[in-house]
């Protein structure tokens, strides 16, 4: 029980798996790491992002929180976004969140949590509130959940697209694109919510919707 052997014995499995179906998979993933995007996720366990895109390790840079919060102050998701960024120069920044949210829900009904998780989802709890009377306008309680968590989705591009570090991106023409989908649990599929900025003008449009 300590060693978790069941882990390692399937983590052995894979390596033997992946190497015998893709011969030289490791020795290449060996070199420098060239993604092609950015996934700033949830930490909710059943959202893999790699299993759920069908990509393979190497093509995502990977910053999971609970519910997706974009946070200036939050020290991890700016550093993995500079790295990103500035190092990676990856061109697209998924915001993902997924219907189903357990933050989302504890943030909806004022669900007491105390210490860091409380005052992580603040945020999320004052974007509620502030939509107020539009979500009390859905009789439908699970509507009202599926909602939030776009909307989330939704401010957290916002948030994301006025990052200093993004706008110095688009001020010295670097191609950045921020993006925002959803993902439902139950059916297994991405949905785009339709809102990409690939501009300071876009963010500023975003921002005065």
């Known amino acids: 029980m300590r060693l978790l052997r069941d882990l390692f014995d399937k983590n052995a499995e894979w390596a033997r798996r992946t190497e015998a179906e893709e011969p030289g998979f490791f020795t290449r993933l ?6 092609h995007f950015f996934w700033i ?17 190497g093509d995502l840079f990977v910053h999971r929180n609970v519910a997706n919060l974009v946070a200036h102050q939050d020290l991890s998701c700016q550093a993995a976004l500079q790295y990103a960024v500035d190092v990676l120069r990856i061109r697209h920044v998924l915001v993902v969140g997924h219907h189903g949210c357990g933050g989302v ?11 860091p998780a409380g005052e992580w989802l603040r945020p999320l709890r004052e974007l509620y509130e502030q939509k107020r009377e539009y979500f009390e306008s859905w009789s439908d309680d699970q509507a009202r959940w599926d909602k939030l968590c776009e909307l989330n989705v ?5 948030a994301l697209s006025r990052t200093p570090l993004i706008e110095r991106a688009w001020d010295r023409g670097q191609e950045l694109a921020v993006h925002g989908w959803i993902y439902d649990l139950r059916d297994g599929r991405l949905q ?14 975003l921002s005065s919707s």
């Open 30 to 35: 060996t070199g420098e790491q060239t993604p």
């Open 41 to 57: 996720g949830c930490s909710d366990s059943r959202v893999p992002a790699e299993q759920i895109t069908g990509l393979m390790p």
């Open 105 to 115: 829900r504890a943030a909806m009904n004022k669900q007491e949590l105390s210490g």
């Open 154 to 158: 939704i401010a957290q591009v916002g």
């Open 192 to 205: 785009d919510l339709n809102v990409t900025i690939t501009s300071k003008a876009e963010a500023e449009s």
